[in-house]
């Protein structure tokens, strides 16, 4: 019964879908009030439909009814309540329940928290959330529709693939999606305006709390994904350069020239045009990940199994929405009125520049994740593009970025004096410059790469402290005078200090372990010692054990550092009962600054066992990073200028509006 | 103006570094029929694909080398890997292995992999059994019914 109350639930969702995206929009037109609002109406019943459905499907996993043919294929009896609960959104057609959840729920959130918004703007954005809702809830029934039912109904489950069994990874999902689909307003937005064709000061106002919001989850969910890839795959490795990753790769880069030319947009009423295409192509890249990871068309750890037919309905929801939005942006685009004039060398500047290097970065990941299809479908071979390719690309264009990113907070809007600017700085771009030297001095290995990496990290988070103190007028004020001042702190500006320090953070641990990595692979007996950077691993044995639904080889290794034993290590190896299916487990003990990694391998036969040691340095660094980067995020959405006074719309002359259909 | 001629330059400047990384960066695909046909230059890094021969896994001396042989089920080849193996790394299944082929025609991977799920086939791999007429539906976890070497 609940299977049919979801499904039912899911086909109400997708007509009131239907009515959000065609009734807002005619109110909007013909300027009818109640039309309008009724999308407001409409987008908080489809997110509650949505709601019930996700609710129904839930609960056939929580009372595992095994006449769901999707709760058969994907859960057991036996198995956890937590990962009964994630194994919802541990297969396609739950997360894609999921996925049109988080985009319902954004739709409402517009409804819900959009009142400064113009009723226009706002009634012809929500019809747009309606669009995109009504194609992908017509994709869940028509190709994916999780409530089919089996018939004789089974026993029990084949359970959830093991490896998804993991905290990690059961809210990788749920983040990441909060990511993607979130950028899905910042499209209505776009689209929105351009069908009103205007576009003003106050659009970068209403859009930047949206982007800001999908670009700390989409950092969030990208980090998570990587720290459990880190310790659940047991490689010592956090970021392939795999082809789905990129697919959430792309969207960040280009969401975050969003995040700063929205800002420009706002504050300057400039690089609007480009904002709105930057909208655009954001959401049209978390799109194009969708369709990647789910059509198969790319060979991926991650993708799921799937069939043809959905990928081709992918394609045409990705080919409608991209190119209608394309098409909107290059017939209406040339109408709106640029803004603020300035500079090259000023605030506007620096934050062009970033949005210049963020989308070529991203354009030459999507070269790289799409080539092997375009030479396959050529028929030239089969191939696929490695890491090589991504860190020669990547790396040189990042490299000028985080020297921008680290002066451009010193320059004033409109027309700036970089030197003046980087004067203000010698002292931080000194201590950069000697920690490089230091690097390549002591270290022979890789040298270049570290000593670029790490004094380029130096000189992002010493550049963001040194724009604090210069805020607070640390030790050039009294102590308390200070405070004061940290407390009346614009938000917006500590969230971006916090983030812009945070990135350097990551660059650092991403440079370090990249470089410092320590590996060592050999067999132990039991009673063997293995010497990794400093620390002696001693092998004390295997035993078998059997917890829950999954029995291990469960391997005892001493760390010990000079002499003294500081910690044991539990490694292991495991086989999920249901499905036979093993995981490996590695153990990790992890202080600031390094991670010790112990993977336990197979047995040789011989009383030995293979074992895997890692010294990771600074491996920390890269998920401490991502999260205060995340705070950056959260710190800056709560800026008092987020939230009240309604933007008042500038008075634009009526010439820039295009007549009205 | 001068935004669009940074732009302009910066998309010249991505297009060298894409060009120069192209070279080293891009690794081919092979099965095991493909290199004895001398289709792959020596000492260039591919993706050997293929099932992992049945009976053909050995360890090796040092107790953490792994021989085995990759077949497609025309032509197979043997392949030595230090390290850990994957965790569904199982005779029979597909496995694509990246490395190069050594001059006594040994395959010297530097990392094996194999998908995270119990009825993996590589795609590549795939499309190919399917071109040499190899594939059964149900062939991701059924050895060949027999392998010349």
């Known amino acids: 019964m609940t299977a049919e109350i979801g499904h039912f639930a899911l086909i109400v969702a997708a007509i009131l879908a239907l009515g959000q995206s065609i009734l807002p929009m005619a109110g909007a037109a013909r300027r009818h009030g109640a039309l309008m609002s009724l999308g407001n109406t409409l987008a908080t019943g489809q997110f509650v439909f949505v709601l019930i459905a996700f609710c129904a499907l839930t609960w056939a996993f929580v009372a595992s009814d095994f006449s769901v043919a999707n709760v058969v294929q994907n859960s057991h009896s036996g198995k956890p309540l937590l990962y009964k609960i994630t194994g919802v959104w541990g297969n396609h057609e739950g997360s894609m329940v999921l996925w049109c959840l988080i985009l319902s729920l954004f739709g409402a959130c517009v409804a819900w928290f959009g009142s400064n918004v113009s009723p226009g703007l706002r009634a012809r954005a929500i019809s747009v959330q309606g669009m995109i809702g009504l194609a992908f809830l017509a994709f869940v029934l028509l190709t994916s529709n999780p409530f089919d039912r089996v018939n004789p109904m089974p026993p029990d489950g084949r359970g959830l693939n093991p490896i998804l069994q993991d905290p ?3 809210f990788h999902p ?3 999606y909060l990511g993607y689909v979130g950028f899905s307003v910042t499209f209505s937005f776009a689209i929105a305006a351009l069908l009103e064709g205007r576009v003003d000061a106050s659009w970068g106002r209403w859009v930047r709390p949206w982007a800001l919001a999908a670009w700390s989850f989409l950092t969030l969910g990208i980090a998570l994904g990587s720290w459990w890839a880190y310790y659940e795959l047991g490689w010592g490795g956090f970021w392939f350069w795999d082809p789905v990753e990129n697919a959430s790769f792309m969207p960040w880069l280009v969401g975050t020239a969003l995040l700063h030319s929205a800002i420009v947009a706002e504050k ?14 954001t959401f049209s890249l978390s799109l194009l990940g969708t369709f990647l990871v789910r059509s198969g068309v790319l060979t991926s750890v ?12 992918i394609l045409a929801i990705l080919a409608v929405a991209i190119g209608g939005a394309l098409l909107l942006y290059a017939w209406r685009a040339p109408t709106l009125k640029g803004g603020g004039l300035f ?8 934050l062009i520049l970033n949005n210049l290097l963020m989308t070529v970065a991203a354009l030459t990941v999507l ?3 799409l080539y092997p299809l375009v030479v396959d479908a050529l028929g030239l071979g089969k191939i696929s593009v490695g890491p090589p390719y991504f860190n020669a690309t990547f790396v040189p264009l990042m490299a000028p970025m985080i020297l921008a990113m680290g002066v451009a907070p010193f320059l004033p809007w409109k027309r700036a004096d970089l030197l003046g600017a980087f004067d203000r700085l010698k002292l931080i771009a000194g201590v950069a410059v000697a920690l490089a030297a230091a690097v390549a001095f002591v270290e022979d290995r890789h040298s270049f790469a570290a000593a670029l990496g790490l004094g380029l990290a130096a000189w992002l988070i010493g550049a963001a402290a040194w724009e604090i103190a210069g805020r607070i007028r640390l030790f050039r004020a009294p102590p308390g005078e200070s405070l004061r001042r940290a407390a009346a702190m614009p938000r917006s500006a500590l969230g971006m200090t916090v983030a812009h320090a945070a990135a350097g953070v990551v660059v650092a641990g991403i440079t370090a372990s990249g470089v410092w990595q320590t590996e060592v692979i050999r067999t132990m007996k039991p009673g063997d010692r293995a010497d990794v950077a400093g620390y002696t691993i001693g092998f004390a044995g295997v035993r078998e054990v059997r917890v829950g639904n999954y029995l291990a080889r469960r391997g005892h290794f001493i760390v010990s550092e000079g002499g003294v034993a500081v910690d044991a290590l539990w490694p292991e190896k495991r086989v999920y009962l249901p499905q036979r299916m093993p995981t490996t487990e590695a153990a990790i003990r992890t202080t600031l600054f390094a991670d010790l990694y112990v993977v336990l391998g197979d047995p040789d036969g011989k009383g030995g066992h293979a074992v895997r040691l890692y010294h990771n340095p600074l491996v920390p660094w890269i998920w401490i990073g991502a999260v205060f980067m995340f705070l950056g995020g959260m710190i800056s959405l709560t800026d008092r200028r987020h939230r009240v006074g309604a933007p008042r719309r500038s008075a634009r002359p009526a010439s820039a509006r295009p007549s009205e259909a | 103006m001068t935004f669009l001629a940074v732009g302009l330059c910066l998309l010249g400047v991505a297009a060298a570094l894409v060009l120069a990384a192209l070279d080293d960066g891009v690794t081919f695909f092979y099965t095991p029929s493909k290199v004895a046909a001398n289709a792959v230059p020596a000492g260039q890094q591919f993706r050997l694909g293929g099932l992992v021969e049945t009976g053909s896994r050995k360890t090796l001396g040092d107790g953490v080398s792994v021989a085995f042989r990759v077949t497609d089920c025309i032509r197979s080849l043997p392949v030595v890997y230090k390290g850990v193996l994957p965790d569904l790394f199982r005779e029979g299944q597909g496995v694509v292995a990246i490395g190069r082929l050594e001059k006594s025609g040994t395959f010297r991977a530097d990392s094996i992999l194999a998908k995270h799920d119990e009825n993996y086939m590589p795609k590549d791999l795939a499309d190919q059994l399917k071109e040499q007429g190899q594939w059964h539906k149900d062939g991701g976890g059924k050895p060949c019914p027999e392998a010349k070497s």
Not at chain 1, 302 to 313: I, K, S, V
Not at chain 1, 343 to 350: D, I, K, N, W
């Open chain 1, 174 to 176: 749920p983040l990441l």
């Open chain 1, 302 to 313: 991650h993708t799921f199994a799937t069939d043809p037919e959905r990928g081709l309905f």
């Open chain 1, 168 to 170: 990690g990874l059961a």
């Open chain 1, 343 to 350: 500079r090259p060398v000023s605030r506007e500047g620096a």
């Open chain 1, 367 to 369: 070269f790289g994740t």
């Open chain 1, 268 to 281: 300057r009423d400039a690089l609007k045009s480009w904002s709105i295409l930057l909208a655009i192509l």
